[in-house]
C-alpha cells in the first residue's frame, strides 16, 4: 500500500488541555484522547464529509488491523454529496493514502436527468465472511443538488461489499424491504449496526410512506453471505409527532442489552431492549441530574468497553451558540445503564469548536485499544473560518487504559450464572448475584498442604465467611459447590498451585479465588450446555482441576498442576462434541484473524477452539480426526460431533480429550474457568444417572505410607450431593481416622490384594511398589449401585526418581449396552520393559491377553492393544487389567461396564 503524508497534518494530543476545560470534571474515566489532523481541505467547491472508519483485523503491518475509512465530497449544497471515496491505512492511521475515488460507487445516471447516489454511509467488517459491508442511503438529486422525493422506492438503504484480499468494490446494491407503502423511504443512514454473534445483523433503520410525514425508527434483522443483504425480520416501531419523527438511529450492545439513540428536530432520544428487536418506549436524552441533554437535530453514536458504554454527541450549553445547531463541540460520557441518563461527571470534550460544525461523524472500534472518532469540519461561511476552521478531517483516538474485550470479539450476549471474585487473605468484598441479591465474602484464611516426595501441592482449602455463616472449601479437583451463607460457593484454585508450576494457567494474582451462585437453580442455563463427550461418566481414567500431573518417567519438582479436564477414552473411537452453540474460531492450526491477538489461545494441528455467547473459549484437544465440517469460522450447536478422541499432541501417549474452558479473569488476564461442576450437572441432566461413585483422588507415596481412599463425594438422586466441601480431605501419609459413610449411602472397598473395607473413607497403607487401582462399591438406599476406582502409586525406593509402570484401559461403547452387544476394549502400558496385560472381564470367562506399547513413541499408530468381548446377561461388571514389570512391581486398572438389565452384583 502506498502511504503518504504530503501536506496532511499530524496534531495528535495538541487540544487535551481544552478537553479538560469543557469537561470541567473527571480525569478518571478509563481512556485518555488524542487528536489527529489527517488532511485539511477547503476551497470553497467541496468539504470531505461523512469520515467512517472500519477495522480489518489481521490485514496491517505486524498483525494490527488495517482501516478503510469511506468518505464524500460535500458539494457546498444541503445534503448534497459526490460519489464515494476511501482512504486506506495499514499502521494504525500514521500514514493514509487516498482519499482514492471508487468507480464503481460513483453517481449514476437516474430519470430524467437525474443523478441516482448514495451517502450517509458508515461501514463495518463483518468477520464470518471477511468483508467489509457499508451500508447508507440512497437518493436521487436534480443536477442543482436539490432532492428529488416523488420516485417511488428512491429512498433506500443501499450497500456495497469491500473483499479486502482483493481491495475490490462491489457496486451498490438496496436491501429489498417487504412490499409495503410504510417503507417506500427506509433508510440506514449514519447509523451504527451490529453483527450477532450467529453471522446475522441488526440493522436500525428510519422509514415512513414518504418524506413528508414524521418518520418511524425500527431494527431489522439481516442476512449476509458477502455478497448479498437480506430483510429477515423486523421489531418495534418506535415514532414521536414533529420534528420529522425519528431518524438516524445508531445501535450498540452491551453485555446482552441492546441500546438505541435516535436523531429527532428538537432533542435526541434513548431506549434500549433485550433481545435487540423489541424496545421500551423512547425518553428524551437527559443528563444524571434530571436536565436534558440538550443534544438536537444531529447524531448521537456509541462507543463500547468492557467496562462502560459511552455516547458521543454534541449539545446546547457548551458556550456555543454561534455553532449552527450547536453541532460542536464533540463529546463523549459514560451512560448510567439503569437510568438510559448520561453521567454528567464522566463528560469531557473529544473534539473542541472551531466555529464549524462536527455534527456528521462516526465512531467505530479499532483495537482493544483504541477506538476512533473521526469528523469533517463543516465550514458555511468566512466567520466560522476567523475562528480557526481549516477544513480538518479529525481523528479523536480514545486510548482506553484496560483492554477493551468487547471490540475484539463478538459480544457475549449471555452472562454466566457465576460470579467470580479473587481474595486476599482478610479482604471482604459485597458480591452481586445473578439473580440481583448481593452477598458479603470475607476471605479467613487459606491452607496448603504439600507431598514430602515432590514438595507439590496435593490439597487446599480456603476458609471463608460468607453472609456471617463460615465454612471451609476444598479447592478444585472434584469437590463442588457448596451451600454457605444462602448463596452457593466454590473455591476452584489458590496461589500455591503457581509457585512451583510451570505456567500460570489461572492468571491469579491474589490469594484465592471463588465463584458464587444463587442458592438455587443451575450451573449454566439448562439449554445452552451439554457434557462434551457421548460415554459414561468416569467411563476412563481423568485428570481434573489442579491434580499434580505424576506422569513420565522421572520425577520433576517442576509440576504441571492439571488445569481443564482431561477425560479417557478409546483411541480414535470416542466421540467428541460440542458442549454449547459455538463459533469455531481455530481448527488444525487455522485461526480466524478476529481472534490472533490477545486471546487465550495455543492453536495446533489437533486442536479445536469454540467461542460461545458467554464470551468462553473452549479448547479440545488430542483429537485423533477433527470433522471435516470443523472449519473456523463455521457456527455451530451443541452436540455438534467435533471428531474422534485421540493420543497427539501433547497428550503424552494418552487417549483422552482435553477439555478447558478460558475466561477473563478478576485480574484481567485470561485464566481457567473449572469445569468440573458445569459438566457434571449436564451429564446428570443428559443422561439421567440415579447414582454416581467418586473416588478418584490420586495419591503418590513411598513404601510403608498410609493413605485415605475417600468416596465421600459419591452422589445419589434420592441423597443428593454431599457437603465434602466443608470439612479436610485426607493428608498424604498418616491418614484419618474413617468417615462412618455417606448418608444414605454403603461403600464397600475391594483391594487388589483381595482384602475389603468399609464406609466412605478409609485408611489404606501400602508396602510395596506398584500401581494400585482399589475397588469402591457405592450403594445407596433404594439398592441402586455405582463403582469407581482410586489410584495409589508407591514408588520403588530402589528408583526413587522415577515413577512406577501403569496402564490406561478404555471400552466402548459405553452406554446402552445390551447382551450379546460387541464392546471394545483397549490398553496401553507406560514405563514397562516387558510383560503382557492379563485381562479379567468379570463374567468368569476365561482370561485374555494382550501385549501393548512395542512402539513406545506417543503417537504410535498400534500403541495401544485392542480386544473385544461380548456379555450374555446384563449386569455390572468389574473388568480387571493386570501386568507385572520384570522385577515384578505390578500395575492394574480397572473398568465399570454397565449391560443393560437387571443388578446382578
Known amino acids: 500500500m502506498r502511504t503518504a503524508n504530503g501536506p496532511y497534518t499530524l496534531i495528535r494530543g495538541a487540544l487535551l488541555c481544552l478537553c479538560l476545560f469543557f469537561a470541567g470534571v473527571s480525569a478518571a474515566q478509563p481512556f485518555e484522547i488524542s487528536l489527529d489532523t489527517v488532511l485539511e481541505h477547503d476551497d470553497g467547491a467541496f468539504l470531505w464529509f461523512h469520515p467512517r472508519a472500519a477495522a480489518i483485523p489481521g490485514a496491517g503491518k505486524d498483525g494490527a488491523p488495517a482501516v478503510v475509512m469511506t468518505l464524500q465530497k460535500h458539494l457546498q449544497v444541503s445534503d448534497f454529496y459526490s460519489g464515494m471515496y476511501a482512504l486506506y491505512s495499514d499502521d494504525l492511521g500514521k500514514t493514509w493514502t487516498g482519499p482514492v475515488e471508487i468507480p464503481e460507487l460513483a453517481w449514476r445516471e437516474g430519470p430524467d436527468n437525474t443523478i441516482l447516489a448514495v451517502c450517509d454511509v458508515t461501514p463495518n467488517y463483518h468477520p464470518p465472511t471477511g468483508k467489509v459491508l457499508a451500508m447508507g442511503a440512497q437518493l436521487y438529486y436534480h443536477p442543482d443538488g436539490k432532492l428529488l422525493e ?139 441530574d434530571g436536565e436534558e441533554l440538550g443534544s438536537y437535530n444531529t447524531q448521537q453514536h456509541w462507543l463500547e468497553h468492557t467496562d462502560g458504554l459511552y455516547l458521543t454527541y454534541t449539545r446546547r450549553g457548551a458556550n456555543n451558540d454561534h455553532v449552527f445547531r450547536h453541532r460542536a463541540p464533540l463529546f463523549i460520557a459514560q451512560v448510567a445503564l439503569d437510568t438510559l441518563q448520561v453521567i454528567r461527571a464522566t463528560e469531557r470534550v473529544l473534539i473542541p469548536e472551531r466555529g464549524a460544525t462536527l455534527g456528521n461523524f462516526g465512531a467505530s472500534a479499532v483495537t482493544q485499544e483504541e477506538s476512533w472518532v473521526t469528523v469533517n469540519e463543516g465550514i458555511w461561511n468566512d466567520d466560522i473560518r476567523a475562528r480557526g476552521a481549516t477544513g480538518a478531517l479529525y481523528i479523536a483516538r480514545v486510548q482506553w487504559t484496560k483492554p477493551n474485550d468487547a471490540i475484539m470479539y463478538p459480544a457475549p450476549t449471555l452472562p454466566p450464572r457465576m460470579t467470580t471474585i479473587d481474595l486476599d487473605v482478610n479482604e471482604t468484598v459485597e458480591v452481586p448475584l445473578i439473580d440481583g441479591a448481593t452477598a458479603t465474602v470475607t476471605l479467613l484464611g487459606v491452607e496448603e498442604r504439600r507431598d514430602p516426595i515432590r514438595e507439590v501441592v496435593r490439597h487446599a482449602e480456603a476458609q471463608v465467611r460468607v453472609n456471617g455463616e463460615v465454612a471451609t472449601l476444598a479447592s478444585g479437583l472434584y469437590n463442588l459447590p457448596v451451600p454457605v451463607g444462602g448463596v452457593r ?62 506422569g513420565g518417567a522421572e520425577i520433576s519438582k517442576t509440576v504441571y498442576y492439571h488445569s481443564g479436564i482431561d477425560i479417557g477414552g478409546v483411541d480414535g473411537r470416542t466421540e467428541i462434541i460440542a458442549a454449547t452453540d459455538a463459533l469455531v474460531v481455530s481448527a488444525r492450526d487455522e485461526t480466524l484473524p478476529w481472534f490472533q491477538c490477545d486471546t487465550p489461545m495455543k492453536p495446533r494441528y489437533d486442536v479445536v477452539y469454540l467461542y460461545d455467547a458467554r464470551g468462553w473459549f473452549y479448547r479440545y484437544s488430542h483429537f485423533a480426526r477433527i470433522t471435516d465440517a470443523i472449519q473456523p469460522g463455521v457456527r455451530i450447536t451443541k452436540g455438534t460431533l467435533l471428531g474422534l478422541l485421540g493420543k497427539e499432541g501433547a497428550s503424552g501417549g494418552w487417549s483422552h480429550i482435553h477439555f478447558e474452558i478460558k475466561t477473563r479473569q478478576p485480574s484481567g488476564g485470561w485464566g481457567t474457568l473449572a469445569a468440573n461442576a458445569l459438566i457434571r450437572e449436564a451429564y446428570i441432566r443428559e443422561y439421567n444417572p440415579d447414582i454416581i461413585a467418586c473416588a478418584r483422588d490420586r495419591h503418590l507415596i513411598m513404601p510403608g505410607d498410609t493413605v485415605t481412599l475417600d468416596a465421600s463425594r459419591s452422589w445419589s438422586r434420592d441423597s443428593g450431593d454431599t457437603i465434602t466441601g466443608t470439612r479436610p480431605s485426607p493428608s498424604i ?31 489404606r497403607r501400602y508396602d510395596n511398589p506398584g500401581r494400585y487401582n482399589e475397588i469402591v462399591k457405592v450403594t445407596d438406599a433404594a439398592g441402586r449401585i455405582d463403582y469407581d476406582f482410586a489410584i495409589v502409586q508407591v514408588l520403588n525406593p530402589e528408583r526413587p526418581n522415577r515413577y512406577v509402570p501403569g496402564l490406561h484401559a478404555a471400552y466402548e461403547p459405553t452406554l446402552n449396552i445390551r447382551p450379546g452387544d460387541v464392546i471394545t476394549f483397549s490398553v496401553r502400558a507406560f514405563g514397562f520393559e516387558g510383560g503382557e496385560e492379563l485381562w479379567d472381564f468379570g463374567d468368569g470367562s476365561p482370561e485374555q491377553r494382550t501385549q501393548s506399547s512395542r512402539d513406545k513413541h506417543p503417537h504410535a499408530p498400534d500403541g495401544y492393544a485392542f480386544i473385544e468381548h461380548a456379555y450374555a446377561a446384563p449386569g455390572h461388571y468389574i473388568v480387571r487389567v493386570y501386568r507385572e514389570e520384570t522385577n515384578s512391581i505390578p500395575a492394574y486398572a480397572h473398568l465399570h461396564v454397565e449391560v443393560e438389565g437387571q443388578h446382578s452384583m
Not at 519 to 547: C, H, I, K, L, M
Open 489 to 550: 460457593v466454590d473455591c476452584p484454585v489458590t496461589q500455591g498451585y503457581n509457585l512451583n508450576s510451570g505456567d500460570d494457567r489461572w492468571s491469579l494474582e491474589k490469594d484465592v479465588r471463588l465463584r458464587l451462585w444463587p442458592a438455587d437453580g443451575s450451573y449454566t442455563e439448562p439449554d445452552t450446555f451439554v457434557y462434551p463427550v457421548r460415554q459414561r461418566w468416569y467411563a476412563s481414567q481423568t485428570w481434573f482441576d489442579n491434580e499434580p500431573v505424576d
Open 150 to 288: 416523488g420516485i417511488k422506492r428512491s429512498d433506500q438503504t443501499a450497500y456495497t461489499v469491500y473483499d479486502p484480499d482483493t481491495g475490490a468494490w462491489s457496486g451498490w446494491k438496496v436491501l429489498e424491504m417487504p412490499d409495503a407503502p410504510k417503507f417506500n423511504f427506509s433508510r440506514n443512514a449514519c447509523a451504527q449496526w451490529l453483527i450477532e454473534p450467529a453471522g446475522t445483523l441488526l440493522v436500525p433503520l428510519y422509514f415512513g410512506k414518504d418524506a413528508k410525514e414524521d418518520f418511524s425508527v425500527t431494527v431489522a434483522r439481516c442476512s449476509f453471505d458477502g455478497e448479498t443483504l437480506r430483510y429477515i425480520e423486523h421489531g418495534t416501531e418506535m415514532t414521536v409527532a414533529g420534528g420529522r419523527g425519528l431518524c438516524e438511529p445508531s445501535l450498540a450492545r452491551h453485555y446482552g442489552r441492546y441500546f438505541l439513540t435516535l436523531r429527532n428536530d428538537a432533542r435526541g432520544y434513548v431506549t434500549s431492549g433485550r433481545d435487540g428487536l423489541t424496545y421500551d418506549p423512547i425518553k428524551p436524552w437527559q443528563f444524571d
Open 733 to 763: 501419609s498418616g491418614g484419618m481416622s474413617a468417615d462412618n459413610g455417606v448418608p444414605g449411602m454403603a461403600c464397600e472397598w475391594q483391594f487388589t490384594d483381595g482384602s475389603t473395607a468399609t464406609g466412605a473413607q478409609v485408611d
